[in-house]
């Protein structure tokens, strides 16, 4: 089986990459959709709502005019709306424009893809030695609750509340540890995957990082 791949933004691009071969190692990455022959998979990032929108159209034109097997696969934020209305909303932007024979899976990052990075249990050190970092632990552990139950933090959104909390969590663990939207190679280890795939396993947390594993199997 080949894989078509429209994610949410560069982060995505940059980080699946190497998450999507660690579910499935027989898979090998193409810079273009033209070479989807067999085993491979093919990335592109969406830049969001509604620009996605687009991408996947082109996406489903490219898969018809394939003539090998190829499964498109969308991974989107659900940023402030559930799950399932993220989910509804995706699907009918296929539905609108997919053939019969549309093999494909939806992934709703819930809420986000930093919320997701925020599984890892290895990620920031127990005792923290940054105030606002022990502030935030104190509002709310994320290495002990669930990062999806991730509330909003005085002025920021939950999202932009996973985003300062993942690189406050990073920063603090050492010199030289950041993450950003240009650069979150951090996250992109075998070794962090594992931690977050670990705790899903074993704490049934993050239960929307489910869809991303089923999906490459």
């Keep these: 089986m080949n894989y078509y791949v429209v994610v949410e933004g560069q982060v995505e691009k940059i980080v699946y990459q190497n998450w999507i071969k660690f579910v499935n190692p027989k898979l090998n990455l193409v810079d273009y959709p033209h070479l989807l022959q067999k085993d491979n998979y093919y990335i592109i990032s969406a830049g969001g709502y509604p620009q996605y929108e687009k991408i996947v159209v082109n996406a489903i034109a490219d898969i018809g005019a394939n003539l090998n097997p190829v499964k ?100 603090d663990k050492g010199k030289n540890r950041t993450y950003s939207k240009s650069n979150p190679t951090i996250v992109a280890s075998k070794e962090y995957f594992d931690q977050i795939h670990n705790r899903f396993l074993q704490k049934n947390h993050l239960k929307s990082f489910s869809t991303f594993l089923n999906a490459f199997i």
Aim: with cysteine; charged share 25%; net charge negative.
């Design 72 to 171: 498109l696969v969308v991974i989107l934020d659900a940023e402030e709306q559930t799950l399932e209305d993220k989910f509804t909303e995706v699907e009918s932007a296929i539905h609108d424009h997919m053939f019969s024979a549309l093999n494909y899976s939806i992934v709703i990052q819930y809420f986000c893809f930093e919320t997701w990075a925020l599984g890892n249990l290895k990620l920031g050190p127990r005792n923290p030695n940054h105030v606002t970092l022990i502030e935030y632990r104190r509002f709310f552990d994320v290495l002990i609750n669930d990062p999806e139950e991730l509330p909003p933090y005085k002025n920021m959104s939950r999202i932009e509340f996973s985003l300062a909390y993942l690189r406050k969590m990073i920063a």
